[in-house]
């Protein structure tokens, strides 16, 4: 079990740019896969990015060309570079973690379910 700690939250104008990062502790010595999610108010939580521990990623249709997902795994950080925001983007974003990476299959990638650990989450609020 690993401890997820996002910061990098806060609020934009549209167009604007924010990067989260999220540090990552305990049993650090285990490969994990990871990703982003996010949750806006009376919405259900939705993947944004996933990165693989070698690097390969994945995103969201919603966010793909704007979004960039990367991680320092020396430091046990991973990021989330959000360029080119939207109103639409405002949301609580949480970083997740999960072992067993081999058996996760493409289309679970940004399924929450798929995932172990969560942290307490960073608010994102873009405004026009």
């Known amino acids: 079990q690993v401890q997820l700690v996002e910061s990098g939250g806060g609020s934009v104008q549209s167009g604007g740019s924010l990067r989260l990062s999220c540090v990552v502790s305990?049993?650090?010595?285990?490969?994990?896969?990871m990703a982003w999610f996010r949750q806006g108010t009376g919405k259900e939580r939705e993947g944004v990015a996933y990165?693989?521990?070698?690097?390969?990623?994945v995103y969201a249709d919603s966010v793909y060309g704007r979004f960039t997902i990367s991680q320092d795994n020396a430091k046990n950080i991973l990021y989330l570079q959000m360029n080119s925001l939207k109103r639409e983007d405002t949301a609580v974003y949480y970083c997740?973690?999960?072992?067993?990476?081999?058996?996760?299959?493409?289309?679970?990638?940004?399924?929450?379910?798929?995932?172990?650990?969560w942290g307490q989450g960073t608010q994102v609020t873009v405004s026009s």
């Open positions: 990165i693989s521990h070698y690097g390969g990623a």
């Open positions: 997740a973690a999960r072992l067993a990476c081999t058996s996760l299959s493409y289309g679970d990638t940004l399924s929450a379910a798929s995932y172990n650990d």
């Open positions: 305990g049993n650090t010595a285990t490969q994990r896969c």
